[in-house]
Each structure stands twice: as structure tokens, then as C-alpha cells.
């Protein structure tokens, strides 16, 4: 089993700037990608972010494009997501997740079902 704990929500202004972090434990040996989701109220749960953990792939939505980046310290089994130029679309609660899955990384940005584990969220609000 992996665990995976998400820090770093809070409230903001528009164009400023937040770093989540999500620190996973257990059997982290077995997590290949790792990835950022979101939601906001009334919607489905949306791909943001992922890394696969040879670190030389990273995908993105096309709407934080140049705005967010993701990065991953495997040697501290956690994953970061840092945040500029928020707006206030950018609202919703955050989630971290993981995969165990060893196939192809193009995967990681296919939606929800390719993740085993998730963290319990973190809110981001962004206020205009």
C-alpha cells in the first residue's frame, strides 16, 4: 500500500502563486508516475499534472500550461506542483495521485483510471 499526504492549499489572489507538495510512504518503491488532479464543485475530477519517475517525461492540461510545473525529489518520495499566475478558475480541491503501472507514460495524462493511489486533497482558493 502507498499513502500519499498533500500540503500547501490555501486561499491566494489571482496571479499569485502556490507549491503544493505531496509526500507518499508505504511501498513507495512500487510508484512509477505520479500526478496532480483537480475539482471543482459540481465538476469531474480533472487531470492537471503528471511525472513519470525517471523525470524525463512531464505532461500538463493545456490550461496551466506555462503556468504550473511539476517536479519530484525521489529521494524524499514526494512530488511538488508549483502554481503561478493563478486565476480564479483555477479554484478546486487538489488532489495527488500515483501509479503503479509500468507501461506507457502517455498513461499518466489519460484521466483518473490510471492511478492507484490518492492523497485526501488539498483546497486552492483563488480569489479574483
Known amino acids: 500500500q502507498v499513502q500519499l499526504v498533500e500540503s500547501g492549499g490555501g486561499l491566494v489572489q489571482a496571479g499569485g502563486s502556490l507549491r503544493l507538495s505531496c509526500a507518499a510512504s508505504?511501498?513507495?518503491?512500487?510508484?512509477?508516475?505520479m500526478g496532480w488532479f483537480r475539482q471543482a464543485p459540481g465538476k469531474e475530477r480533472e487531470f492537471v499534472a503528471a511525472?513519470?519517475?525517471?523525470?524525463?517525461?512531464?505532461y500538463y492540461l493545456d490550461s496551466v500550461k506555462g503556468r504550473f510545473t511539476i517536479s519530484r525529489d525521489n529521494a524524499k518520495n514526494t512530488v511538488f506542483l508549483q502554481m503561478n499566475s493563478l486565476k480564479p478558475e483555477d479554484t478546486a480541491v487538489y488532489y495527488c495521485?500515483?501509479?503503479?503501472?509500468?507501461?506507457?507514460?502517455?498513461?499518466?495524462?489519460?484521466?483518473?483510471?490510471?492511478?492507484?493511489?490518492w492523497g485526501q486533497g488539498t483546497q486552492v482558493t483563488v480569489s479574483s
Open positions: 495521485a500515483a501509479s503503479i503501472d509500468t507501461g506507457s507514460t502517455t498513461t499518466l495524462a489519460t484521466g483518473p483510471q490510471a492511478y492507484n493511489y
Open positions: 508505504g511501498r513507495t518503491s512500487s510508484i512509477n508516475g
Open positions: 511525472i513519470t519517475r525517471s523525470l524525463r517525461f512531464t
